[in-house]
């Protein structure tokens, strides 16, 4: 697995922004992925995941109903689709891909056995 995160920018509080995540060996179909940011002086926290097979998906409570994660494995990609944002969502966002198997796991970055650069979201107010 190598991941590769891409679509940070800058945006206005309200805006949206698109993160991909693409697995450049091409396994991702074989792990769940998950998001996770982490802004200056704070822990890295847990954003959003989904499995492998049946695409379930996972979110925290501060971006559910905001935020959307999906994949398409055919392009061993990951997105993070992010609407109204927030400055508080601010941060770097990485990708991950591992073998979380329990809802709990996926909400843990220990879970998690490969990442990727991260990208970097700065929303202004």
């Known amino acids: 697995v190598q991941l590769q995160a891409s679509g940070g920018g800058m945006v206005q509080a309200g805006g949206s922004l698109i993160l991909a995540c693409v697995d450049t060996?091409?396994?991702?179909?074989?792990?769940?992925a998950g998001w996770f940011r982490q802004s200056p002086g704070k822990e890295r926290e847990f954003v959003a995941a989904?499995?492998?097979?049946?695409?379930?998906?996972y979110y925290s409570d501060s971006v559910k109903g905001r935020f959307t994660i999906s994949r398409v494995d055919v392009q061993n990609t990951v997105y993070l689709q992010m609407n109204s944002l927030k400055p508080e969502d601010t941060g770097v966002y990485y990708c991950?891909?591992?073998?979380?198997?329990?809802?709990?796991?996926?909400?843990?970055?220990?879970?998690?056995?490969?990442w990727g650069q991260g990208t970097l979201v700065t929303v202004s107010s």
């Open positions: 060996a091409g396994t991702f179909s074989s792990y769940g």
């Open positions: 989904i499995s492998m097979f049946h695409g379930r998906t």
């Open positions: 991950a891909a591992g073998a979380p198997i329990s809802p709990d796991a996926f909400r843990s970055y220990t879970a998690y056995d490969y």
